[in-house]
């Protein structure tokens, strides 16, 4: 008979695991730095075009292209923390730091003692992903948690032979349809790992399937939203693979290793290696085999090439094991352990954070490999030459000209830069902002912006360009030499007009 653990013991029993002593020093230490990091680097080049378009939507239990969580948190803190990118970007720190945690917590239940946490919690708290979702407000940044979550819970349920688990990970599951339905994907790729490897038995165990009752129930409202409103996130995935798909089906395999980072790439293989092979870790090896399926899930979507990193950093915590007990017998490999993730980490955030002067960020290759930092770059500069061509109309000018833009990150700049220049409402016809309010009736003056105005012309007797966009700083993001045109005298009623402007991407 086993004795009972005692306080301060280095492992415990549960079920069949021996699970090491949680590595407090270096996880906490780790978790520290990287909070210190974000929360300085977080005003970095200001907003990202996803949170000027969040910022402007008003409360509600869906949107078409995505759940309430995100646009809440953004609106709320730009309303009562600070209109500023440092305010709304705090749940992404947090999530990031928490993620830091989740991760380090899957090396441990794999068996991973000090040196694995340690390895394991500095490495991913400075991988490319973490830093770049931990900077920026996405529904992606609460997703760092999401993911390896959901995973170090299915694990547990299974190593430590403990069901209950399970009902943990339906409530998880849950809550996180709040915030992205993406989860969903996570959860037919485990499907598909125990349909091809077993334990086949979990796939219709009623512990299995009160977890999926359970997040039913607890993502009931969103989902009945969702369901009521014709399954818009379906359109607009739809939408996105159509833009996408092409693009992301080629960049998608060789940003597997862009990801954490190319030196951690032989980390993440040796765990997927691991999974299969140690017989310890049988009894979760499909989840070695679910990363392939999400790999083809992903692939047929065409949606988005970062979607695999949340399973590859469950990979990733489970090549720290054997990758710390292999460095350990040699001091040499120990050495150049520690140099590679040490200039991974250098490399990570000065490709992930505002590290380069936003002046110089143009003549460095960084906005060709993070788009969030492209996107984040000239939103006030755009608006004012926005303004430059609604003040220069000719004569007083009509209250009843309105500005229309092509995308929601028009939209969001001039709704948080443009009132202090004396612009009007603006309206755009991409994804919520089409439904959010369209232009009055009796509307006879547009000043347009952006790259729908080949659609516009058709719908006006005249259209001028009168400027194009320049942030004057080099990067050649999407709003770059796009017109700013004023177009006169439409053609067709505005619910016509309205309805030619409507896109989802």
């Given at each position: 008979m086993r004795s009972a653990p005692t306080e301060g013991s280095s492992r415990f029993v549960a079920g069949a695991a021996a699970v090491p002593r949680f590595a407090r020093g270096p996880v906490l230490a780790a978790m520290a730095a990287l909070a210190v990091v974000l929360t300085v680097a977080s005003n970095g080049y200001g907003f990202h075009r996803d949170e000027l378009y969040v910022r402007m939507l008003r409360p509600g239990w869906g949107?078409?292209?995505?759940?309430?969580?995100?646009?809440?948190?953004?609106?709320?803190?730009?309303y009562h923390v600070a209109?500023?990118?440092?305010?709304?970007?705090?749940?992404?720190?947090?999530?990031?730091?928490?993620?830091?945690?989740?991760?380090?917590?899957?090396?441990?239940?794999?068996?991973?003692?000090?040196?694995?946490?340690?390895?394991?919690?500095w490495s991913y708290a400075f991988a490319t992903s973490t830093l770049l979702f931990g900077h920026v407000m996405l529904t992606s940044s609460l997703d760092l948690v999401v993911w390896p979550l959901v995973s170090l819970l299915v694990i547990r349920a299974v190593l430590r032979a403990d069901p209950r688990w399970w009902l943990a990970v339906g409530v998880v599951v849950g809550l996180s349809t709040y915030n992205k339905l993406l989860v969903v994907m996570l959860l037919a790729a485990l499907a598909g790992g125990l349909a091809l490897v077993g334990p086949r038995a979990l796939l219709w165990s009623r512990w299995v399937?009160?977890?999926?009752?359970?997040?039913?129930?607890?993502?009931?409202?969103?989902?009945?939203?969702?369901?009521?409103?014709?399954?818009?996130?379906?359109?607009?995935?739809?939408?996105?693979?159509?833009?996408?798909?092409?693009?992301?089906?080629?960049?998608?395999?060789?940003?597997?290793?862009?990801?954490?980072?190319?030196?951690?790439?032989?980390?993440?293989?040796?765990?997927?290696?691991?999974?299969?092979?140690?017989?310890?870790?049988?009894?979760?090896?499909?989840?070695?085999?679910?990363?392939?399926?999400?790999?083809?899930?992903?692939?047929?979507?065409?949606?988005?090439?970062?979607?695999?990193?949340g399973l590859l950093t469950v990979l990733f915590a489970a090549g720290c094991v054997p990758t710390a007990a292999f460095v350990t017998r040699s001091r040499t490999w120990l050495v150049l352990l520690v140099a590679g993730v040490a200039v991974n980490s250098l490399v990570s955030a000065v490709i992930a954070l505002p590290l380069i002067p936003v002046g110089d960020l143009g003549a460095t290759p960084v906005p060709d490999i993070n788009q969030t930092a492209r996107d984040s770059v000239g939103w006030p500069r755009y608006v004012r030459q926005v303004a430059a061509v609604y003040d220069g109309l000719p004569g007083p000018v009509d209250r009843r000209v309105v500005i229309i833009t092509s995308n929601y990150g028009e939209a969001g700049a001039i709704d948080r830069y443009g009132p202090e220049l004396g612009l009007p409402q603006v309206y755009s016809g991409q994804n919520q902002l089409h439904f959010r309010a369209r232009p009055p009736s009796t509307t006879k003056v547009v000043v347009f912006v952006g790259g729908q105005l080949p659609t516009a012309r058709t719908q006006f007797r005249s259209c001028h360009v009168m400027a194009r966009l320049d942030n004057r700083l080099g990067v050649d993001n999407e709003e770059q030499g796009e017109p700013v045109a004023v177009c006169r005298q439409p053609r067709h009623p505005w619910d016509v007009i309205w309805s030619s402007l409507q896109h989802y991407d």
């Open positions: 949107y078409v292209d995505q759940p309430p969580l995100t646009p809440l948190l953004v609106r709320f803190l730009s209109d500023e990118p440092w305010a709304v970007r705090i749940p992404a720190t947090l999530s990031a730091v928490a993620s830091v945690l989740v991760v380090t917590l899957v090396t441990r239940e794999l068996g991973g003692g000090r040196g694995a946490q340690a390895l394991c919690a399937l009160g977890s999926a009752c359970l997040a039913l129930l607890i993502g009931a409202p969103n989902l009945w939203f969702q369901a009521t409103h014709e399954w818009p996130q379906l359109t607009v995935g739809q939408a996105l693979a159509e833009n996408n798909a092409a693009e992301v089906r080629v960049l998608m395999w060789p940003f597997l290793a862009l990801l954490l980072g190319p030196p951690l790439t032989v980390i993440w293989v040796a765990g997927l290696v691991a999974l299969w092979r140690r017989a310890e870790w049988r009894p979760v090896r499909f989840v070695a085999v679910a990363f392939p399926v999400l790999l083809v899930l992903v692939f047929l979507a065409g949606s988005q090439f970062y979607y695999p990193f």
